[in-house]
């Protein structure tokens, strides 16, 4: 269940369904769901996953791949803490800070 309250936000990354902490709000809940617990956070963007790949919705092979990448660190991470340590995630999160516009 969707709650705007809630710490952990399923998140796009280049078109990568992931996982971010958002104790803080910054994510707005009109463009992303947030929930209680990082379970269901993690089960809504791998079912996202799987159903892109499952259907073949990606545009080409690194997207494809990258996909997969996401996929395997999700189903094995427990914890958010857990899937924070991964180098692989790290890089998706600096995907997200390289999109971000810098103040002037």
């Known amino acids: 269940m969707t709650n705007t309250a809630g710490p952990f936000v399923h998140i796009t990354i280049d078109a990568v369904d992931a996982v971010a902490l958002d104790p803080h709000g910054l994510y707005d809940p009109e463009l992303h769901d947030h929930y209680d617990t990082f379970e269901s956070a993690r089960d809504a963007a791998l079912t996202s996953v799987e159903l892109m790949l499952d259907e073949g919705d990606y545009d080409g092979e690194d997207h494809r791949e990258e996909l997969e990448r996401m996929r395997e660190m999700l189903e094995h991470?427990?914890?958010?803490?857990?899937?924070?340590?991964?180098?692989?995630?790290?890089?998706?999160?600096?995907?997200?800070r390289r999109q971000q516009p810098v103040a002037a």
């Open 77 to 96: 991470s427990a914890t958010f803490e857990a899937l924070a340590e991964l180098p692989d995630y790290q890089w998706f999160l600096d995907r997200i």
